[in-house]
């Protein structure tokens, strides 16, 4: 059984052991930080920036590299987003660019304090930060979803209610019976109109049911799915 | 209490409480702001709100550490403080920084460094005045005949906060060196030589609180302080991932932050556990109450919440959004907040000799305010999951997303309404029990 000196051996011993390797890591990351910060572009301006940033605590507000407050945007890559001239604009009359909205303090910046602010956050911005903020990953396939949406919102009301339980189209519906995008490729109208009007009677043992569709109906959906190219 | 100077330990806790009330208002003003109220923006605006919040807590905690040292050190050495008159103009001193800074904020007077705000002038005066503390609190150890390991673990954890506070003085031209070194302070205060802190009242707390033998309880407070350091100081990485340091914290911040949880977890099984090997009985149920809660909940929030945004794979998309403060708010409550209060809850009727502690309001205090900070903690992990997603992983506006979650703002808001009932009738408590009374040295408890 572990006895109090052995557990205060435990606590001084790792204590120390894992102090040094953090002592060691620091010692080399300091050594990685000029290149990886590009110290070379830490120019005058951008250190009178970086001043201002601290005695404006823009932090109290914003986030920089993540870090600071969750009240106002992330500004590690605002210069990439917005341009130089949109933040001059902006700085000069903050609560000019959305009015009525959350408000940012009106600092009546000199041009020349602008100027700095901005050559702070490019620097900022060009920081190796291993890749943080992220590309919005779920971007794409939200624009896809709407699109895809748009492109068969004229479908008939039938088809939405009933035939999307096991048919899908623009990746969108059941998965039981095979999708139909592109049908009117593989079927001609007619044969379409035969088998919905008695599935088993065209392929015995199928799976897809007889719906006992109206002829009217049934002319609608053959209508549409004709133009599933 | 068993000697008259530990009186000195009122000052520090009326302070704490006090400061803490002041720290919820400036919550609120910040919770409206976010709601769309922000209506006092141009007498406070929202960063000299944040500002005030982030720095009174950091004031209470402190206040209230060294009150529990003041008032735990002469147990533990078995004799009166070196000077109680020191410790008295200590706490003057610390009252005098604490509200000229608070108070400075709202003129500007600040460096732009989250939780280093504190302008440089007045942290040499933080300095000055924690060597003070040091001196008193040291000088009454080093001239005991003996001092027991709890006294030792609470005296080198405040010592090192101490050192620990030099990093964060150095000024940088660049952006990443300073963000480097405040960690050093920030990072290696709470979840590192804070917990050594946390560990030593805990011990002590629990070993008056259970009767459970001083030996056991004293072995495995250095098993889990051991624990702390060895997960807490290469956890430092996790703060390393994004700021331009070297990729590998990636994986070293990974590793150990994972890690952290076992220290909090250490924690709660040892309240928990030695509360019920002594069974349950100290008639001072209350103070047995926030004890076994604060190492419950420093689990649940500085341990399972932290761990559930430090992996890099998560904090690549949460790092810098409302889920911090979520984490945040629960830790803070669960590690320190909730210490101070189960310290307090155990000195005050040592030190006035009214046993205040079993009427229903203690109990309610203590129920209500948890309940309000898990409510807020949920209503904050909503609106920052909603954030995460709709604004970095869909990559929408970030005031459209803003005005998207401010519905859960009035969830944390309604949520702290609560807290500010719970922690009103818990002053309301301390306040009944008045001042420190001269017929309670001498006693035991």
């Given at each position: ?6 557990a205060?051996?435990?606590f ?11 002592v060691?890591l ?9 290149e990886?910060?590009?110290t070379?572009?830490?120019t ?5 920036g970086?001043t201002i940033?601290?005695?404006r ?10 870090e600071g407050?969750?009240y ?10 917005r ?15 959305y ?8 600092y ?13 956050l490019d ?14 990953d779920?971007?794409?396939q ?16 039938y088809?939405?209610s ?6 899908a189209?623009?990746?969108q519906?059941g ?7 592109g049908?009117a ?10 088998w919905?009007?008695?599935p088993?009677?065209v392929k ?8 006992e ?12 799915l004709?133009t599933?190219? | ?5 530990q009186?000195v ?7 704490s ?5 002041l720290?919820?208002?400036f ?30 807590l ?5 206040s209230?550490f ?9 147990e ?18 610390l ?5 000229t ?7 500007e007077?600040?460096?732009g460094r ?12 933080v ?6 503390f040091?001196?008193?609190?040291g ?5 005991a005949?003996?001092f ?17 506070y ?5 000024t940088?031209e660049?952006q ?7 960690w ?15 560990g ?17 309880i004293?072995?495995?407070l ?5 624990f702390t ?13 994004y ?10 911040g ?10 909090f ?22 103070a ?7 190492g ?12 559930a ?20 708010h ?13 310290m307090?809850?155990?000195a ?5 000799g ?15 305010s ?5 409510g ?10 909603a ?8 990559g929408?506006?970030?005031l ?6 401010e ?5 944390v ?6 807290l500010t009932v ?5 002053i ?17 408890g």
């Amino acid at each position: 059984m572990l006895t109090k000196s052995q557990a205060r051996l435990f606590f001084i011993g790792g204590t120390a052991f894992f102090s040094l390797i953090f002592v060691m890591l620091t010692v080399d990351t300091l050594r990685q930080i000029p290149e990886r910060q590009n110290t070379k572009a830490m120019t005058a301006s951008v250190v009178r920036g970086k001043t201002i940033w601290d005695d404006r605590n823009c932090m109290g507000c914003h986030t920089i590299l993540g870090e600071g407050a969750y009240y106002a945007p992330e500004l590690t890559l605002v210069v990439n987003r917005r341009g130089p001239e949109w933040i001059r604009i902006f700085l000069r009359d903050p609560q000019a660019m959305y009015p009525g909205k959350r408000k940012m303090i009106q600092y009546d910046f000199s041009e020349e304090q602008i100027t700095d602010v901005i050559a702070f956050l490019d620097w900022i911005g060009k920081i190796d930060t291993n890749g943080f903020p992220p590309e919005p990953d779920l971007k794409p396939q939200v624009a896809l979803a709407k699109a895809s949406v748009a492109a068969v919102s004229d479908r008939p009301a039938y088809f939405d209610s009933v035939c999307t339980a096991c048919h899908a189209v623009a990746g969108q519906g059941g998965t039981f019976g095979p999708a139909l995008d592109g049908v009117a490729t593989r079927i001609d109208p007619v044969a379409l109109d035969t088998w919905l009007a008695d599935p088993q009677k065209v392929k015995p043992g199928t799976a897809m049911p007889n719906l006992e569709l109206s002829d009217e109906l049934r002319a609608e959906l053959v209508a549409w799915l004709s133009t599933l190219e | 209490m068993k000697f008259r100077s530990q009186r000195v330990a009122y000052l520090f806790f009326a302070t704490s409480l006090l400061l803490f009330s002041l720290q919820i208002v400036f919550g609120f003003i910040m919770g409206f702001a976010h709601m769309g109220y922000d209506v006092l923006h141009d007498v406070i605006p929202f960063n000299a709100a944040r500002t005030s919040h982030l720095n009174l807590l950091v004031f209470w905690l402190l206040s209230g550490f060294m009150g529990a040292a003041y008032y735990i050190v002469p147990e533990e050495a078995d004799r009166e403080l070196h000077s109680e008159k020191l410790a008295v103009i200590q706490w003057a001193g610390l009252v005098i920084v604490g509200v000229t800074a608070i108070i400075g904020f709202q003129f500007e007077w600040w460096e732009g460094r989250k939780f280093l705000e504190i302008p440089r002038p007045l942290d040499y005066l933080v300095v000055v005045d924690v060597l003070l503390f040091l001196y008193v609190v040291g000088r009454t150890a080093l001239g005991a005949e003996r001092f027991t390991t709890t006294g030792s673990v609470l005296l080198v954890g405040l010592t090192a906060a101490a050192l620990l506070y030099l990093p964060g003085m150095i000024t940088f031209e660049s952006q990443v060196m300073d963000s480097y070194f405040r960690w050093w302070v920030v990072h290696l205060w709470v979840e590192g030589v804070w917990e050594l802190i946390m560990g030593g009242i805990l011990s002590f707390l629990l070993i008056k609180l259970t009767g459970v033998d001083r030996e056991l309880i004293e072995k495995w407070l250095y098993v889990i302080v051991g624990f702390t350091f060895l997960s807490g100081i290469l956890g430092t990485g996790h703060h390393y991932y994004y700021i331009g340091a070297p990729e590998y914290w990636l994986l070293v911040g990974g590793i150990f932050s994972a890690l952290e949880p076992l220290a909090f977890l250490g924690m709660a099984l040892y309240a928990v556990t030695m509360a019920r090997r002594g069974g349950m009985n100290h008639p001072n149920r209350i103070a047995l109450f926030w004890t076994v809660g604060c190492g419950i909940m420093s689990f649940v929030g500085a341990g399972f919440l932290g761990f559930a945004h430090t992996l890099p794979q998560v904090n690549l998309w949460t790092h810098g959004t409302i889920i911090t403060a979520m984490h945040g708010h629960m830790a803070f409550w669960g590690a320190y907040a909730m210490l101070v209060l189960a310290m307090i809850s155990y000195a005050m009727p040592n030190m006035t000799g009214r046993k205040l502690f079993s009427g229903w309001a203690p109990e309610w205090a203590f129920w209500i305010s948890n309940v309000g900070m898990i409510g807020m903690t949920g209503a904050f992990a909503v609106a920052g999951i909603a954030q995460v997603y709709m604004e970095r992983k869909i990559g929408m506006d970030f005031l459209a997303v803003q005005e998207a979650v401010e519905v859960h703002f009035a969830g944390v808001v309604l949520a702290a309404c609560l807290l500010t009932v719970g922690i009103g009738m818990f002053i309301w408590n301390f306040v009944q029990y008045g001042l420190p009374n001269d017929e309670a040295v001498g006693q035991g408890g």
